[in-house]
């Protein structure tokens, strides 16, 4: 998923896209590592915000990865429990940074 | 297609990869003529007890650094026990412990040396099966997600004989097997032919609930839509049709905005199914009704805010004007 994901924030690099993260490693310093590892540039939240909260449960997440795709003007428009194949995700992505380019609202 | 690996992380959490351990498992099996399928019982439960104190040892521990040593120190190592597993079916290979004692290494020990003794034993074995009845009889009890690698020759004597009625089983066993098929394209692909062909043959038949749970989550949405249409409409069983309602509304709820009123009459047709209320896909059809009504396709995604990973405040809305992909994930 990492790879793919690099891959496809390169490509929408300038463009109206941003991928944000909901990050739930525990190891600070292990993640650090993995970060630079896997060169992850983009930014997360932490999904523990503190002792008993966490992000995750606050949007009932019940499994990972959960990816939603929101667009330009707050609305979610799709959503996958696991991992969504490649040419399927790049599809959506590309469908709704165009339609944010173009003004349009859909 | 296949499912995906949820809960991915609790797996890696239990350890349940062994790598190393220091729990050695008790070596004066002795190898006098005991019962061999007591001798198995033995062995079993030995490892189910290593298992157990792992596991609390893990509960127990109360800091990161702590978990990991009792990963390091306390993780089960499954070797010795495989080892013994297969040494007892080599010793008794006309009991029906002989399968049972295989396909135990399989499923707890599968990438152990031992594992890689006891697969061609056991495909051997089945291969040389020729009665339906006695193939699912041996299948019945032994882990399928264990022997994906027996799934396909299970595959070509069910569809060999596809009116016996053993073949219905034998090929919803081959799905149960190959379905976690992870990156494997062989094993995805039969996945979906053997699904396809229940659906061309057995539509109509009443143990078909789990098949549509499987297609409520799989990675190919449209074509999982497809085939839970089609048990829906096909199926004369009300629990099966519940289970596929369920199952096509957790695919429309992901789909796009139009499907969303569709969704909604699914999940609240099983909520109102008498059946359904027996199990509980009737709790999950409502729990998922309110999570479309704040989160669902079409609705404006709930702020969030919170620190970045180098300890900064931000917040989701932050990025509005932008594209955004959120997606909950680690490393792990």
């Not at chain 1, 525990?26 to 060169?39: A, C, H, I, S, W």
């Not at chain 2, 399928?144 to 004989?161: R, T």
Request: include cysteine; charged fraction near 30%.
């Amino acid at each position: 998923m990492i790879p793919h994901e690099r891959s496809l924030v390169n490509k929408l690099e300038g463009k109206s896209f941003a991928l944000i993260g909901v990050n739930s490693d525990t190891d600070p310093q292990q993640l650090k590592k993995d970060l630079k590892e896997n060169k992850v540039t983009w930014r997360s939240f932490q999904n523990m915000q503190s002792q008993n909260k966490t992000i995750a449960e606050d949007w009932n997440v019940r499994g990972w990865p959960t990816l939603y795709l929101i667009d330009h003007n707050g609305i979610i428009k799709k959503k996958w429990l696991g991992s969504p194949r490649k040419e399927i995700l790049d599809q959506e992505v590309e469908k709704l940074v165009h339609a944010a380019s173009n003004g349009k609202t859909n | 297609m296949r499912l995906f690996a949820i809960g991915l992380a609790a797996c890696v959490a239990l350890g349940l990869s062994a790598q190393s351990g220091g729990i050695r498992a008790d070596d004066k099996a002795k190898q006098a003529k005991t019962d061999p399928v007591k001798e198995l019982a033995t062995i079993q439960s030995e490892w189910s007890n290593a298992q157990q104190a792992f596991s609390k040892a893990y509960q127990e521990a109360k800091t990161d650094d702590e978990r990991r040593q009792v990963l390091k120190d306390k993780r089960p190592k499954p070797d010795a026990f495989a080892d013994r597993c297969l040494k007892l079916a080599e010793a008794n290979p006309d009991s029906p412990v002989y399968m049972e004692a295989l396909a135990w290494v399989l499923a707890n020990a599968g990438r152990t040396p031992a594992a890689k003794t006891a697969l061609p034993k056991l495909k051997e074995k089945l291969a040389a099966i020729t009665d339906l009845s006695a193939l699912r009889k041996i299948l019945i009890g032994m882990q399928p997600s264990a022997l994906m690698e027996a799934a396909p020759l299970v595959a070509e004597k069910a569809k060999k004989n596809l009116d016996d009625p053993q073949a219905a089983p034998l090929l919803i066993w081959v799905a149960s097997a190959t379905l976690y098929s992870g990156n494997s394209a062989v094993f995805s692909k039969l996945y979906n032919d053997i699904v396809d062909l229940i659906m061309d043959r057995f539509v109509e038949r009443d143990d078909l609930a789990e098949l549509a749970d499987w297609l409520a989550m799989d990675d190919d949405p449209a074509w999982a839509e497809k085939h839970l249409r089609r048990l829906r409409d096909k199926n004369p069983s009300e629990v099966v049709k519940t289970h596929a309602a369920y199952g096509l509304a957790a695919v429309l709820k992901n789909k796009d905005e139009t499907s969303q009123p569709e969704a909604e009459k699914l999940f609240e047709s099983v909520i109102a199914s008498a059946n359904a209320s027996k199990g509980d896909l009737a709790e999950k059809a409502k729990k998922e009704l309110d999570e479309m009504k704040v989160r669902g396709i079409g609705k404006p995604a709930p702020e969030i805010s919170g620190s970045d990973l180098d300890g900064k405040a931000f917040k989701l809305s932050d990025y509005k004007g932008k594209v955004v992909l959120l997606d909950f994930w680690g490393f792990w």
